[in-house]
């Protein structure tokens, strides 16, 4: 049998070749759906250019490692990068358009201006990346700016940094809807992320309290229980209980504010991270009978 390889999508690399390539779509009438990514895609990637495409939008992945949500001493630099890799898995998701920029294109010389969340961004990642979610906002302000699509897809994965982006585009007014898409995992039940591949095979092993830390909590929470204080113990220790595994931080939070709860009376999440290794992971459950993630 004859299989076509799927092409990938052209790569643009400047603003001026974005704006050229999205026009004639716009003036036809197609919305435009934009997939920020830093690259080292995967399937959950895969599954937001899925979404766009439902979306029936013509979809531009975004692929910039971008250096001010890093602060000292984390990954950027070993933070892996392969363009070609990416193109190819973006073929068969049906992506439409890479926008690749170089870093002077997005931060050209004398850059001085920051979005920035206030409140939303004190806690958890937050804390733990004190300068993390401006550079965030900022490059997908930036980007939405660059792009100005109709929708713009997020995973659940990470979860403070969609309400964050949320909040800046209510906030702000941005003519962009976000869509928040759900948590990809291996066949293991690790959730998809770029820095799985970091894992020793014992590390990986390790890491795998986290889903099923927070699988235990949506079990507890779908047979009833409704106390944030014994879903959270529950959670922290089953994780704290893990050999070579460092807690980062494990809670009950309101899903929209992100303030940790006493007892779950509205939609609520259980997120967690941790350490293993040198690699930090973050995972999360939504609680609420419209949020069954698994
Ligand atoms: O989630 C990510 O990969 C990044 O934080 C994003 C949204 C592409 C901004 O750089």
């Known amino acids: 049998m004859n299989q076509t390889v799927p092409t990938p999508p052209p790569i643009v690399h400047t603003v001026a070749d974005l704006r050229a390539a999205v026009a004639p779509r716009r003036h036809q009438g197609v919305p435009i759906g934009l997939v920020p990514t830093m690259g080292a895609l995967h399937a959950g990637h895969a599954s937001l250019v899925t979404a766009s495409q439902a979306a029936g939008a013509f979809t531009v992945v975004t692929i910039f490692v971008n250096p001010t949500q890093f602060g000292p001493g984390e990954d950027f630099a070993r933070y892996p990068r392969n363009l070609a ?169 309101d899903a929209e504010t992100l303030e940790e709860v006493s007892a779950i009376a509205a939609p609520s999440a259980a997120i967690a991270a941790l350490r293993v290794g040198a690699t930090r992971l973050l995972d999360n459950a939504l609680l609420g009978p419209e949020f069954r993630s698994r």
């Open 85 to 253: 890799r990416d193109a190819a898995l973006l073929a068969p998701a049906g992506a439409d358009l890479i926008f690749a920029p170089a870093t002077e294109e997005v931060y050209p010389p004398g850059f001085c201006t920051r979005a920035e969340v206030e409140s939303l961004t004190r806690h958890w990642e937050g804390a733990a990346r004190p300068t993390h979610f401006r550079g965030v906002t900022t490059v997908v302000l930036k980007l939405f700016n660059m792009a100005q699509p109709d929708f713009a897809f997020f995973g659940q994965k990470d979860l403070q940094q969609s309400v964050v982006v949320r909040r800046m585009v209510r906030d702000l007014d941005l003519p962009v809807e976000v869509r928040v898409c759900p948590i990809v995992r291996e066949p293991d039940g690790l959730a998809m992320s770029s820095r799985n591949v970091f894992l020793s095979a014992d590390e990986r092993r390790r890491a795998l309290c986290l889903p099923s830390a927070l699988r235990d909590v949506e079990e507890r929470f779908a047979a009833g229980e409704r106390s944030a204080a014994i879903l959270s113990a529950a959670l922290r220790a089953r994780i704290e209980s893990t050999p070579g595994v460092q807690l980062d931080y494990a809670a009950i939070v």
